[in-house]
């Protein structure tokens, strides 16, 4: 009776063991990155699943053009803040965990995916990145997947615009933090595009995460006379380095890596942002009837402003899995499962579906990369008051023969 | 050659100016108490807010009070100084909540730097929740009618660093002067020296040291202002790693030794300035490794004096 008393404790006290509750709200947890030095991302991630919440509990309705209301469902949002390091990532992780979470988005960084990660594939729960594009994520494990597609398909086209716009460019100045997962391996990306164009860099400057102030990289740099700058680094410290390069006399072309992909950079870099060439997994310009229900959503929370591809692909995050939830469902495939066997199900769902998101058509590889047709490249125009402005789309761009 | 000499000699300047404000404050406090006060890093933070509140910035989307502003906007000198003195205020609350309860009853020394990481840490917290966690930037028009940067013997330095530099010499001279000089910066050294017949003599060595702490205080927020214009005001925690490299700064120097924390300042900048930029990634790994190598050379810092204890 004892061993049988403390049986059943533990199988009440192990969520996996736990049956999901009949008819009951079921929990998505997302960590992103409320505080520190990646809190602009996470502002433009939490825009995106609160916006995604919104239209799955049934709000706004649908005006004409726009995509169809999806089926309700209940599901219960918990937001935790991941902060800008592995340690809160993983404390962030382990409580929705253990609070019995179907599945995870997040969490905002790389560098934490890789620390967090690993944890949410040995419990066996699906967390779908937003935004992480290091190499390696989604060979973290089965479990692991992303909406937001690598560095590598990306990373080049801003560089192929760049250098078709001044085809005589020789001298390039590389800047990236070298202490950052996602800097160091969209750096090497760059560094690959180039020496696929017979382009050696004059310098390669290594910077650390929590840099602002880039005096002595930036003079050694200029010395050098770059004719093209290429930064990897996150918003912030990419807003000031990008202003003190202007500042201190650099008029060249500069071409930037994802982590600027957010109009949070534009008050800190300021009429210093105008001209960056970024490319983008995502584009306002999109003209399909989800990517306009999206930008209505958008213009509601924050009228007048475009949305970044940040929170267009938090959006998408929470889109697919409430969308391989709904397919589940109506399967029966969640009845009488425990949370254990939800989760595992809810995994493979969600990589045998097809999605039509903002960022347009995805589909998932078996390993868990997202696998996207169309991407863009956008040049940062600034209004004369400086302080706003708006990624320009200069070219859309078909990879892979433009088919998920 | 001599401009590349010239180049690094203004860029460790720049920053080791900062550091030897910083370190400055750190100073001020532990010649008079024998602790160091890490609330500093956090007071720097807050001046550099003070700053940008001051000359009507807004707090954002995220903060406990979205848009909310100043009905004023100063001008970036008046709004420093201001901020100084905000920070200095600050800075002596933080001596009366976390410090003199602690003297008062003769505690150990330990337990200050507890106490006062601990109203560090809460100031921080306080201004996170107050102005959230995102990263905000002074107006580009901040120092209008100053070119973006000077070019000084084919050395380039921002106008923003050149004048982060001269502020930073002045204040350190002025404070040097008053503390040679004057009447109150002579008795704070007396307390400095030894409080107990500093008292004997008359001086009020409580009030020199709610002065250290006014004075330590007004130098963060200082610093603060000064380094938020320039590198913009990344979050709330941007005080601390400033406050850590003037806490090395203070070591470095000597303890206690105001001419120890500037050429500390100063060393410390154009050891960071003289690694080679594509290094420059390690560049506080190698700037902490020749403060430990001058510790292993001289314990008690570059200008400090070995304490001997009397028993």
């Known amino acids: 009776m004892t061993i049988g008393g403390l049986a059943l404790l533990g199988q009440q006290s192990d969520p996996p063991g736990r049956r999901l509750p009949a008819g009951g709200a079921l929990t998505l947890g997302a960590v992103i990155a409320l505080t520190g030095n990646a809190n602009l991302y996470g502002q433009d991630q939490r825009l995106g699943i609160i916006l995604a919440e919104e239209w799955f509990q049934g709000l706004p309705r649908p005006i004409s053009g726009e995509a169809p209301h999806p089926q309700r469902l209940r599901l219960r949002l918990r937001l935790e803040d991941g902060g800008s390091d592995e340690a809160t990532a993983i404390a962030a992780f382990n409580l929705l965990i253990n609070q019995g979470a179907l599945a995870l988005i997040g969490p905002t960084l790389s560098q934490q995916a890789f620390a967090a990660d690993p944890i949410a594939q040995r419990l066996g729960v699906p967390v779908v990145a937003p935004s992480n594009t290091a190499q390696g994520i989604p060979q973290i494990g089965r479990f692991i997947s992303r909406v937001s597609a690598q560095s590598s398909v990306i990373a080049p086209l801003s560089l192929g615009e760049a250098l078709r716009r001044d085809p005589t460019v020789r001298r390039v100045a590389v800047f990236y933090a070298h202490d950052d997962a996602y800097s160091t391996a969209e750096t090497a990306i760059f560094l690959k595009a180039l020496a696929r164009r017979n382009l050696t860099p004059v310098t390669v400057q290594r910077t650390q995460l929590a840099d602002n102030d880039f005096q002595n990289p930036i003079t050694a740099a200029l010395q050098l006379n770059p004719q093209l700058v290429v930064i990897s680094v996150q918003a912030v410290a990419g807003g000031n380095l990008i202003r003190q390069l202007r500042e201190l006399g650099y ?26 060439l970024i490319a983008q997994a995502y584009s306002p310009e999109l003209d399909t009837p989800i990517n ?22 938090a959006f998408t995050a929470y889109q697919v899995l409430a969308e391989a939830i709904a397919r589940l469902q109506q399967r029966g495939g969640l009845k009488a499962a425990t949370l254990g066997q939800a ?13 039509d998101t903002p960022l347009g058509p995805i589909r998932f590889r078996p390993d868990g990369e997202v696998i996207q047709g169309r991407f863009y490249v956008a040049e ?8 706003r402005g708006r990624f320009t789309l200069v070219r859309d761009l078909q990879v892979g023969g433009g088919q998920p | 050659m001599i401009e590349a000499a010239l180049q690094t000699l203004l860029n460790g300047a720049a920053s080791g100016g900062v550091y030897a404000l910083v370190a400055l404050g750190y100073t001020l406090v532990f010649s008079v108490l024998g602790v160091i006060n890490f609330a500093q890093g956090a007071l720097f933070s807050l001046g550099g807010y003070l700053t940008f509140l001051l000359m009507g910035g807004h707090i954002s989307a995220n903060g406990a009070l979205p848009g909310w502003g100043l009905p004023f906007a100063l001008p970036f000198a008046p709004a420093l100084a201001l901020a100084a003195a905000g920070a200095a205020l600050v800075s002596l609350l933080v001596e009366r ?10 505690a150990e020394p330990l337990l200050s730097l507890i106490t006062s990481l601990g109203a560090g840490l809460v100031l921080v917290n306080l201004l996170q929740l107050l102005m959230g966690a995102e990263g905000y930037a002074f107006p580009a028009a901040t120092l209008a009618g100053l070119p973006a940067a000077f070019s000084l013997g084919g050395a380039r330095i921002r106008s923003v660093q050149m004048l982060l530099l001269l502020v930073c010499a002045m204040v350190v001279l002025v404070l040097t002067l008053w503390l040679e000089r004057s009447r109150g910066g002579r008795a704070l050294r007396a307390v400095a020296e030894d409080a107990t017949t500093a008292r004997l003599l008359g001086i009020d060595s409580d009030a020199m040291v709610r002065l250290a702490f006014l004075l330590s205080g007004a130098l963060a927020g200082l610093g603060g202002g000064l380094a938020g214009v320039s590198v913009s005001l990344p979050g709330p925690y941007f005080g601390i790693s400033y406050g850590l490299k003037g806490l090395a700064v203070l070591v470095l120097g000597g303890l206690g030794s105001v001419p120890g924390a500037i050429a500390g300042g100063l060393l410390m900048g154009l050891a960071e300035a003289l690694i080679p930029s594509d290094a420059s990634g390690w560049r506080d790994a190698l700037a902490f490794a020749i403060l ?8 008690a810092g570059l200008l400090g004096r070995r304490f001997v204890e009397k028993v």
């Open chain 1, 343 to 355: 989760r595992s199900r809810l995994m493979e769902e969600l990589l045998s579906g097809s999605y």
């Open chain 1, 251 to 276: 008029r060249g072309q500069i071409v930037v890596g994802n982590g600027l992909n957010t109009p949070n950079i534009f008050p800190i870099c300021q009429r210093w942002c105008d001209g960056i």
């Open chain 1, 292 to 313: 306009r229900t999206f930008l209505r959503l958008h213009e509601r929370a924050k009228p007048q402003q475009q949305p970044s591809q940040i929170t267009a692909q």
């Open chain 2, 292 to 299: 430990f190598a001058v510790l292993l050379l001289r314990p």
């Open chain 1, 380 to 387: 940062v125009r600034m209004q004369p008051d400086g302080r």
């Open chain 2, 97 to 106: 909540l976390a410090f003199a309860p602690l003297r008062r009853r003769s």
